[in-house]
């Protein structure tokens, strides 16, 4: 459990500046709000309906990111038996990280856990790990845009509760939006505040600047804030990203005191948080297993039940119930023929990942940074960290690490480059351009003595993470039950209601694990989403398809989806599996 005292990690700098990183206690309103008690309901709804031994389903599972991991968690604890198939050589997916020959770990992606992600903390509870979260002060950082080197804040007071705490972070800072830009923007929020999710919901439709003209808030909340949420979201522009997505955010952050406040693991993903979940899985009789590289779903003559699993070496993995928890680009490449044109399958195909691109950089001396998360606020970067500071494993009194989400990188999320068909040492080179302007008197060719000298960087891309926000694409999301009687899917991309993040993932697979808990014994399902109409009538005059599959000979973590740092056979595996991904470096936006 978190101590309620502060731990404090004394640091000294190259310079022998002493400098004091904070580790703040759990927020002690994260387990009192109605998300949490709605996700520790149904923690406890599994585990109370545990069935008998010879009841017991075996379960396989195809993936062992967070959501496949969570779904196998929750169905161990239902008495099942589930078989995590995970197909490359490290667990955690979009979280993923392995370590370089110097020992360093690569993350797939900068990853921040937010108060306001009730099934992830029920998880860190019922996993006992909450030790595990490295709680940082209740604050937003922001890189000032026109003041290089500056940076600004929205504080929340303790002790004031949500959404008063919230409003007077706003009004307190005075470098952002003037008090009548201020008011301006309060109220096109309201009805947020009121309706709640309907209002949510229907705002699916409209990109954030679309919803921002319609309300007449004004132009520069977009410049000042809402730039820096969407990429932070889910890596895209305000014109591109719908509208729901911030306010499903704004929603959870004004309605809950300590839904802003951020922790960082202690350390990489793999060894601090799957491993614990693998552990707990194992310990109940079930099983995850590396590189089990899935071919194609074996199906019964009518097509209407999976009977199996057909590996890449040809032997098939059999169970009583399978749940798909790949992400939504490879779920597509293999889909059966003879699901392809469902509606509720064919919906599917209106949904695509995003690329995104995390970079580590590696500094000769220590930078001045913040225990925090920070945003930068500039053009190609979203958020930035310093590890060296922030993270346990990764401290470094001397020297900085900084891990940084460079995006928007294509077209589909609003930029004019491709940074995906760009080499590492171009978007190392852009990003040390960026570098000079958040730290012009340490970085660059205005700092003194030259400016710190760049060790040792890395580049991970992947280039189809999270499904892209666009919008209207919340209504294609499926139910995690389908209409195959033995077949499940999980995923953050799967309907639920926080979107493409770890807390979607980790409730995905959640309410997957209860669907197929439910129809093990015999109780009533949430039964499957409704699909469009226009879904429907385009399936019933289409034709069929074969899968496309995958290029199973390929090593490379793009081929399932996953980050990994470019090299020979992962552009080979782009050229051969997605193609787009290495068109012209720079070209017009859609």
């Known amino acids: 459990m978190a101590s309620s005292s502060l731990s404090l990690h004394s640091r000294r700098s190259r310079l022998g500046t002493r400098t004091v990183a904070r580790d703040f206690p759990k927020p002690s309103q994260i387990d009192k709000t109605d998300n949490y008690k709605q996700a520790q309901a149904l923690s406890a709804k599994l585990k109370s309906n545990v069935v008998a031994k010879e009841q017991s389903k075996k379960v396989a599972i195809i993936g062992g990111g967070l959501s496949g991991l969570a779904c196998a968690k929750y169905l161990s604890d239902a008495g099942h038996t589930p078989i995590v198939l995970e197909a490359r050589d490290v667990l955690g997916g979009k979280v993923s990280a392995w370590q370089d020959k110097d020992g360093d770990w690569i993350e797939t992606g900068l990853h921040i856990f937010f108060g306001a992600y009730p099934n992830m903390m029920n998880l860190f509870n019922e996993l006992d790990i909450e030790d595990r979260l490295q709680w940082k002060t209740h604050k937003m950082i922001f890189a000032m845009q026109e003041l290089p080197g500056e940076f600004t804040t929205f504080d929340f007071v303790p002790g004031i509760p949500a959404p008063f705490n919230f409003g007077l972070a706003i009004l307190m800072n005075q470098k952002m939006l003037t008090l009548a830009e201020k008011i301006q923007t309060a109220p096109p929020l309201i009805p947020m505040l009121i309706e709640g999710q309907d209002f949510i919901d229907e705002q699916d439709e409209l990109s954030v600047l679309d919803f921002m003209r319609k309300y007449g808030m004004p132009e520069r909340i977009n410049e000042e804030v809402f730039i820096s949420m969407a990429k932070a979201l889910d890596f895209i522009d305000p014109d591109k990203l719908s509208m729901t997505v911030v306010l499903t955010a704004m929603n959870r952050f004004l309605n809950e005191t300590d839904g802003l406040q951020m922790a960082f693991l202690d350390g990489n993903q793999p060894e601090r948080l799957c491993a614990p979940m693998v552990e707990h899985i194992e310990a109940r009789g079930g099983e995850v297993k590396l590189n089990q590289r899935f071919r194609e779903f074996v199906l019964s003559e009518d097509g209407t039940k999976v009977e199996g699993l057909r590996m890449r070496g040809g032997e098939v993995i059999e169970a009583d119930e399978y749940i798909s928890a790949m992400p939504v680009d490879i779920m597509k490449r293999l889909m059966p023929k003879e699901w392809a044109n469902m509606p509720y399958f064919r919906q599917v195909r209106e949904l695509e990942g995003i690329p995104v691109i995390n970079i580590h950089m590696w500094f000769d001396r220590k930078l001045t940074s913040v225990d925090h998360l920070c945003f930068s606020r500039s053009p190609l970067l979203s958020v930035y960290a310093d590890m060296s500071t922030c993270c346990k494993e990764y401290a470094d009194d001397e020297r900085s690490m900084l891990e940084l989400v460079f995006a928007p990188c294509s077209p589909l999320a609003g930029g004019k480059t491709n940074w995906i068909a760009k080499s590492d040492e171009e978007i190392v080179e852009a990003t040390m351009k960026e570098l000079a302007r958040l730290f012009p008197t340490e970085i660059g060719p205005g700092a003194p003595d030259g400016g710190a000298v760049l060790r040792k960087s890395a580049v991970v891309k992947t280039p189809r993470s999270v499904y892209a926000a666009i919008p209207g694409r919340n209504k294609y999301r499926p139910s995690q039950e389908t209409p195959i009687e033995n077949f499940t899917l999980a995923g953050d991309w799967t309907s639920q209601k926080f979107l493409g993040s770890m807390e979607g993932a980790i409730l995905a697979g959640k309410l997957a694990a209860e669907v197929v808990t439910d129809r093990s014994a015999g109780r009533p399902t949430q039964g499957i989403k409704s699909v469009q ?47 787009e991904q290495l068109e012209a470096a720079t070209v017009a936006a859609r």
Not at 536 to 563: H, T, W
């Open 533 to 579: 109409q226009h879904v429907i009538d385009e399936a019933n005059k289409a034709s069929e398809e074969v899968p496309v599959g995958l290029d199973l000979d390929s090593d490379s973590a793009f081929v399932y989806g996953g980050g990994e740092e470019m090299s020979q056979r992962s552009e080979e595996a782009l050229q051969n599996q997605d193609k």
